[in-house]
């Protein structure tokens, strides 16, 4: 894990463009970060009071909100640093609602011991063994040393723009010929559900590529173009504005509605990123107001349909991959392990950014090999 000290802070700072901060505290941190403007908290106050002292007390022209102390303060500060428009820091363990950046002091955990109870390894595709098509030079390595150590290793996918047999087909073109039962997609967890909860007479206005429809047809669920029962948004690789325009239209009017895969980009080569379904599903709020349930990660559907599949009891899997709201959250609140890389999406500020914290983040697979 990455350990952010308060050494550190002033290059963190630094990295947000923040040339300004205000800090707030109560007494007991009150020596902390000597280079920041400062209010420091010496007695209890009602929320209102506080509020009044702090809006008095910070200067707008501030960038950045630091505060550290118990939960009350933490909350009040958040509230000021959203009206203010300034990024909000916390300093320490404290867990709050803001959509800002929360600094913690994690601390770094033996890896080997992590991963001791582990016996599945569900690995995400893009960012994580490839990227855009081209494998990593240590995928195949870190493959064998999970062999070698008894362990056992799929691959899972929310990219909804490809079938199995297309990821079976990639695979095998990169030298890690796979089988079938090896390759789990979030197409298959929501198709289970739609079998589970539709009737065979259900009909589906899918919103997606054709391999996409082409899965729902082998399925046994009836794809229509007009008057469906059900729309389902997927990574759309092939989205024209009349689709996009019809499933409007049907969201609109009633129909029930579901996405397939909850993230936002899709990452490529040199750093450049392609709107997901995530993002779509975005588009579609907008005209309509109403955003989906998604059924790949994080969604507890895949964690159960992974179970149901493998056979391995929750504690026994560890999620690798390169997004924090989808490859780490799935875990979060449950007994699975998560691990970030950082050969994807995700960056090591994300670490601060998300109050979901992974169980463990390494630069690559390729570091986890010595601790297999």
Do not use: W
């Amino acid at each position: 894990m990455f350990r952010l000290k308060k050494e550190n802070l002033n290059d963190f700072l630094a990295g947000l463009n923040a040339s300004r901060v205000f800090f707030v505290s109560d007494k007991e941190f009150s020596d902390d970060y000597p280079f920041a403007d400062r209010l420091i908290i010496d007695s209890p106050k009602e929320e209102k009071e506080l509020i009044y002292e702090l809006f008095e007390a910070i200067d707008p022209d501030c960038d950045v909100l630091l505060v550290k102390g118990d939960h009350k303060l933490v909350e009040t500060c958040e509230y000021i640093a959203r009206k203010l428009r300034m990024k909000f820091i916390v300093d320490g363990q404290t867990v709050c609602k803001a959509d800002g950046i929360i600094v913690k002091e994690i601390k770094e955990k033996d890896i080997s011991e992590v991963l001791k109870d582990i016996k599945l390894f569900v690995l995400d595709m893009d960012g994580t063994i490839y990227l855009d098509g081209e494998l990593f030079s240590f995928t195949k390595d870190f493959l064998q040393a999970v062999k070698q150590s008894g362990r056992d290793y799929c691959f899972y996918t929310n990219n909804s723009s490809k079938n199995k047999l297309d990821y079976l087909d990639r695979l095998n073109n990169l030298g890690i010929p796979t089988a079938d039962e090896r390759m789990l997609l979030s197409t298959e967890v929501i198709i289970e559900y739609l079998k589970s909860k539709y009737s065979k007479d259900t009909t589906y206005y899918v919103i997606g590529t054709p391999s996409l429809i082409n899965a729902f047809k082998e399925a046994g669920l009836k794809v229509v173009d007009d008057n469906p029962d059900v729309v389902i948004l997927g990574f759309d690789t092939t989205l024209t504005y009349e689709k996009l325009s019809k499933g409007c239209h049907y969201i609109r009017n009633g129909c029930d509605y579901y996405g397939v895969n909850a993230d936002y980009n899709c990452p490529m080569k040199d750093g450049a990123f392609i709107p997901d379904c995530g993002s779509m599903a975005k588009l579609i709020e907008r005209s309509t107001g109403r955003f989906p349930e998604f059924f790949g990660k994080p969604s507890r559907y895949t964690l159960e349909y992974i179970k149901k599949i493998t056979g391995y009891k929750e504690e026994e899997i560890a999620f690798v991959g390169d997004r924090i709201y989808t490859d780490i959250k799935v875990a979060e609140g449950t007994k699975a392990t998560s691990i970030m890389v950082l050969t994807g999406e995700s960056t090591k500020e994300d670490i601060y950014r998300f109050i979901i914290e992974p169980d463990v983040t390494v630069e690559s697979l390729e570091t986890l090999i010595k601790y297999l």
